[in-house]
């Protein structure tokens, strides 16, 4: 066991970044980076990947930037946001060989203030989008969804809102399921102010419970995938 919590110091690091979003100011800072948020980062994910093994046997644990860290520099040729530092730190764990962001997943981010946990998939592109109308057009596996999102939200977990207004041509707005249809995404969240368990090795076992909880859904749109030809 390697992780022992989150830095104090590495949100203060966060904090200071974003009143100082440059490239320029993070490279004279990168020692700070490089101890106090990449360090403790790359035993998170190796101590986490290694426990989510538990429900997931063939789960992806890269502990690297580019693998289950996601780069800080951000990517301004398609992001709304066009500061050129990212101010939170995103990581995740995911099963399959698609790619990382169109697979199911185990996720979370932090930044200065929060930490947000997570599984599914947080956005789908139109081919996995058009493959999941698809998939739930199957009274059976939309039946098994609705009995999963029913569970965690009774659990205390939140959903994404709708994306869309209008129910698809190809759904029966009569069904009882058809609200399935109106989802960009599919995916189970819960939020944390930071606090002290953040800084604790307990934060896995916080962590661990959630995804366990979560299982089911991110079982549920791994199926998807796999048995969906996109």
């Known amino acids: 066991m390697q992780f022992n919590g989150f830095k104090k110091e590495g949100i203060e690091f966060l904090r200071e970044l974003k009143q100082n979003n440059s490239k320029e100011w993070f490279e004279l800072h990168r020692y700070v980076w490089e101890k106090n948020i990449l360090a403790p980062n790359i035993s998170f994910i190796k101590d986490m990947g ?22 800080i520099y951000r990517d301004i ?21 698609a790619h ?6 185990f996720y979370m981010h932090y930044d200065e203030s929060e ?11 139109p081919p996995l989008l058009k493959a999941y109308r698809r998939y739930i057009q199957d009274e059976k596996h939309a039946k098994n969804l609705h ?46 102010k930071i606090d002290d368990i953040f ?13 366990s909880d979560m299982s089911n859904l991110q079982c549920w749109v791994y199926d998807l995938e796999v048995n969906s030809k996109i």
């Open 50 to 71: 290694e426990t989510l093994q538990i429900l997931v046997p063939t789960i992806n644990a890269l502990p690297k930037v580019g693998g289950s860290l996601f780069r």
């Open 115 to 125: 930490y947000f946990v997570a599984s599914g998939i947080r956005n789908f592109k």
């Open 199 to 211: 800084y604790k090795q307990e934060l896995l076992d916080r962590l661990f419970n959630i995804y």
């Open 147 to 192: 009995t999963i999102l029913k569970d965690l939200t009774s659990k205390g977990y939140s959903l994404p809102e709708p994306k869309y207004k209008r129910v698809p041509k190809e759904f029966d707005k009569d069904n009882n399921f058809v609200y399935l249809s109106l989802f960009g995404a599919m995916f189970a969240y819960k939020q944390f």
């Open 77 to 97: 040729r398609f992001s709304k946001d066009k500061t050129a530092m990212k101010s939170k730190i995103g990581l995740l764990f995911w099963q399959g060989r």
């Open 100 to 105: 990382r962001m169109q697979s199911s997943s």
